[in-house]
């Protein structure tokens, strides 16, 4: 606990909102576990991951908030709790199919957290469930890479007061990718992406359509030196909305953000160990370009 925490003093610097701490606070003790594994076929290109965690907190502190009907003022103290506790899986699995030049993903991902406190003097358990499915194809020859992924989410939010509204979210949508490899060095990508919403607050569900797209030109013997312009956003519907769910409240917020801009860049890569046949491609991820190697896997994917 922090010495504002501790201190038995009340802290009438806002009348309104008076704060005075608990010099009883035991101090909070969390417990985590963790487990991983991975597995890669070099043969069949086959990549598959799993993992779980979880953790659970000991005399975690919370705060206690009393308000006054009559004045409209809050008190405010901290508290001890125990029941504190997340949990975490994940599931991904990628491979080529058969032969040919198609390649498949799917992942599953899903998170509890369970959060307790106090409503006005009311104690309250809250839980929070996700659950994410999603599955992608891609597919890629010396010519072209096309990705299809359609995307899914779902969050329920639960109380133990009866007064307390639960709410269920669902996100949605789709991304699909192109890239192009012209002759003469000459690259054209873009991604389109659509998501919506349901169940926010009124006025804070949204559905979007997310274009970005790019060309690029790469020269030099070795295409080492790339010209590319980028365009993001190009719909201008860019919007970023979060939700906080906790013991006491929940909250819906809105972002503004950056839509529409353009950029040119220009990008040397160069090395002193030799050819650049020589450096193995690392499949990180890339809007456009030439790249050795297998393709990486579709959007969306861990």
């Keep these: 606990p922090s010495i504002k925490q501790l201190q038995p003093v009340a802290d009438v610097t806002n009348p309104w909102s008076i704060v005075i701490g608990n010099p009883n606070l035991k101090p909070t003790f969390t417990q985590n576990l963790s487990l991983r594994f991975n597995d890669f076929?070099?043969?069949?290109?086959?990549?598959?991951?799993?993992?779980?965690?979880?953790?659970?907190?000991?005399?975690?502190?919370?705060?206690?908030?009393?308000?006054?009907?009559?004045?409209?003022?809050?008190?405010?103290?901290?508290?001890?709790?125990?029941?504190?506790?997340?949990?975490?899986a994940m599931f991904m699995y990628s491979r080529p199919l058969a032969k040919s030049h198609w390649r498949m993903s799917a992942q599953v991902f899903s998170m509890y957290n369970s959060t307790v406190g106090y409503n006005n003097g009311e104690f309250n358990r809250s839980g929070t469930w996700m659950f994410r499915p999603n599955f992608g194809v891609t597919y890629s020859n010396d010519f072209c890479q096309i990705s299809l992924a359609p995307q899914y989410g779902l969050q329920l939010t639960h109380n133990s007061i009866a007064n307390q509204n639960n709410r269920t979210i669902?996100?949605?949508?789709?991304?699909?990718?192109?890239?192009?490899?012209?002759?003469?060095?000459?690259?054209?990508?873009?991604?389109?992406?659509?998501?919506?919403?349901?169940?926010?607050?009124?006025?804070?569900?949204?559905?979007?359509?997310?274009?970005?797209?790019?060309?690029?030109?790469?020269?030099?013997?070795?295409?080492?030196?790339?010209?590319?312009?980028?365009?993001?956003?190009?719909?201008?519907?860019?919007?970023?909305?979060?939700?906080?769910?906790?013991?006491?409240?929940?909250?819906?917020?809105?972002?503004?953000?950056?839509?529409?801009?353009?950029?040119?860049?220009?990008?040397?890569?160069?090395?002193?160990?030799?050819?650049?046949?020589?450096?193995?491609?690392?499949?990180?991820?890339?809007?456009g370009g030439r790249r050795n190697g297998p393709p990486p896997p579709p959007p969306g994917a861990f």
């Design 170 to 287: 669902h996100s949605y949508g789709a991304r699909a990718d192109v890239a192009v490899n012209l002759p003469f060095g000459v690259d054209i990508a873009t991604d389109l992406n659509f998501s919506g919403t349901s169940g926010y607050s009124q006025g804070y569900n949204s559905d979007q359509w997310l274009w970005n797209a790019q060309v690029s030109y790469s020269t030099l013997k070795d295409k080492s030196l790339t010209f590319a312009l980028k365009v993001y956003d190009l719909l201008q519907q860019k919007k970023n909305i979060s939700r906080n769910v906790t013991a006491n409240f929940i909250t819906d917020r809105e972002y503004n953000d950056l839509t529409r801009y353009f950029m040119f860049t220009v990008t040397w890569k160069f090395n002193t160990f030799g050819s650049s046949s020589q450096i193995p491609d690392m499949g990180g991820p890339r809007m």
């Design 41 to 88: 076929n070099a043969d069949s290109q086959r990549s598959l991951m799993a993992m779980v965690n979880g953790s659970y907190s000991l005399n975690s502190i919370i705060s206690k908030t009393l308000f006054n009907p009559e004045t409209g003022g809050q008190t405010t103290t901290y508290s001890n709790v125990d029941g504190i506790w997340s949990a975490m």
